[in-house]
């Protein structure tokens, strides 16, 4: 029988566009068929006080103010297992399993966080693990969906104020790490560990005490987090091995807030909550309100990634200057850097262009003659040789900066971009991927030499992250459902490809 052709509000927050019943119900008869299983993961929306995940397979409904509430269940759950150590090892590692094989860690939490904002899609499509789409932007390596293998960022806790303990059966979460960063450095002032009312991260205060005079975030892009911790037992990355030998690493990683992109998560980590809190959505998502495509995560435009953010969350360069003012404060090459001291792309608007990656263009050093780099890879790939450059400009602000006592940071974020190029470009575990940790292994060890050289190594916490993990796409899995959209005669907007706007 025929829904009843109503409108509803398809978020529930304020401004939220609607839609009708029967508009999303025919697109959902089209992308939960069988047929396009292969690429069709789940998909999931807000239907009044509860959010609704389904596929070919089964339904499950559970409440939007408390996540852990389970309404129903119809067929087989999709997001039943939700391990957050599923995988966790190299050997463990499966090849594009399926959703009944998968494990989606914090799923129901993660997917009412996004429907809070009232620029949410109507409907989140995730792929399927193993989905191949380089007709819509797709790699051989991938992440953007709910399941371990591309949520899973690596997490390493080192120095000031934590014990040597190794490896540790456990989880946390991207909004952790912001929480976990204001902890160290002692600036986390109400006693339930929130540095901002809209925090949902929890500090790691177990693993770090409070206290360090210098404490750093380090995120390196895109990485394979089994990988990462196997190449450091292997012995070919040695910095990160050193951060081990003086703390500890969980086998369970940061699972990233959904959908698990870039933009999203690094401002997660930042702030302290999700996207649905903090207004960054996706790479690129559509706000009714205005009538306008925002796309935040273009090299052309990470200058202005801040204007996207909301103002009622703080970033932990704000927390420092509220609660230390005065203290030094650094963001290398994050775009996501409001309030910090110094920032790389504040020295991008302080020059007033309008393109990011342009400004910044003629400043950025010789890829092949950066000791660091692996030169075969950089003649090899323009891409590769880019990030290279990128990086070897960040390293050498970081250098400067931690050269003087006078410019030290209390607290600094630096990101590193090559390797979510290289593993985007070769899939994780590939020759690429690796060359690119090899290569952010060199640069961090030239700063753990310098903190050697100037007495600051003991007063300094050291944390190790990415903002998602990188999972083998398969070359065989193709297929497109924005084709069978159109087919279907449903008018609709697919941004950031998952993000669907109906009408």
Not at 124 to 133: C, D, M, P, R
Not at 366 to 385: E, F, I, W
Request: glycine fraction near 10%.
């Amino acid at each position: 029988m025929p829904l009843p052709d109503r409108v509803l509000e398809t978020s529930g927050a304020p401004g939220a566009a609607t839609v009708s019943l029967e508009l999303r119900q025919r697109a959902l008869d089209v992308l939960s068929a069988p047929d396009l299983a292969h690429i069709v993961d789940l998909v999931a929306y807000a239907d009044g006080d509860v959010i609704v995940v389904t596929n070919a397979a089964g339904e499950t409904a559970f409440d939007r103010a408390e996540p852990h509430v389970v309404r129903r269940v119809s067929g087989r759950d999709p997001i039943a297992r939700q391990d957050p150590l599923a995988f966790a090892s190299l050997e463990d590692e499966p090849v594009a399993p399926t959703n009944a094989d998968n494990s989606y860690p914090f799923a129901r939490e993660r997917l009412a966080g996004l429907f809070e904002h009232r620029c949410a899609p109507d409907l989140a499509v995730v792929h399927t693990a193993g989905h191949y789409w380089p007709e819509r932007g797709g790699h051989l390596g991938e992440h953007g969906s709910l399941d371990v293998v591309q949520s899973r960022a690596p997490l390493l806790l080192s120095g000031a104020g934590v014990s040597a303990r190794g490896l540790l059966d456990r989880a946390a979460r991207i909004p952790d790490i912001g929480a976990t960063l204001v902890h160290a450095a002692g600036a986390d002032s109400d006693g339930d560990g929130r540095h901002h009312p809209r925090q949902t991260g929890e500090r790691l205060g177990d693993l770090v005490a409070p206290g360090a005079k210098h404490v750093v975030g380090l995120l390196w892009d895109g990485c394979n987090s089994s990988d990462l911790l196997a190449l450091a037992a292997s012995g070919d990355l040695p910095a990160v091995a050193r951060l081990l030998q003086r703390g500890c690493a969980l086998r369970g990683g940061a699972i990233a807030e959904f959908p698990s992109v870039t933009l999203v998560n690094h401002t997660s980590a930042i702030t302290g909550c999700g996207p649905g809190r903090h207004g960054i959505l996706n790479n690129a998502f559509y706000d009714r309100r205005s009538a306008e495509r925002v796309v935040p995560n273009d090299s052309s435009m990470w200058h202005r990634a801040c204007d996207w953010l909301e103002g009622d969350v703080e970033t932990i360069f704000e927390t420092m200057a509220r609660v230390r003012p005065g203290v030094m404060t650094a963001c290398v090459n994050e775009p996501v850097d409001r309030g910090a001291t110094y920032s790389t792309f504040a020295l991008v608007r302080d020059r007033g262009h309008h393109d990011g990656a342009k400004s910044l263009s003629s400043e950025l050093p010789d890829p092949t003659a950066d000791p660091n780099a692996s030169v075969d890879q950089v003649t090899a790939d323009p891409g590769y040789a880019w990030g290279t450059s990128v990086d070897a400009m960040g390293l050498a602000q970081v250098l400067g900066l931690w050269a003087s006592e006078e410019t030290r940071p209390a607290l600094m974020w630096w990101n590193t971009t090559l390797t979510d190029t290289a593993h985007h470009a070769g899939g994780p575990h590939s020759e690429v991927a690796r060359a690119s940790m090899g290569d952010a292994d060199r640069r961090l060890g030239a700063f753990l030499d310098l903190l050697d050289e100037t007495g600051t190594a003991e007063d300094t916490f050291v944390l190790l992250t990415s903002d998602h993990g990188s999972e083998g796409a398969d070359p065989m899995c193709r297929g497109d459902w924005d084709d069978a959209l159109t087919a279907a005669g449903i008018p609709f907007r697919d941004e950031a490809y998952g993000f669907i706007y109906l009408g």
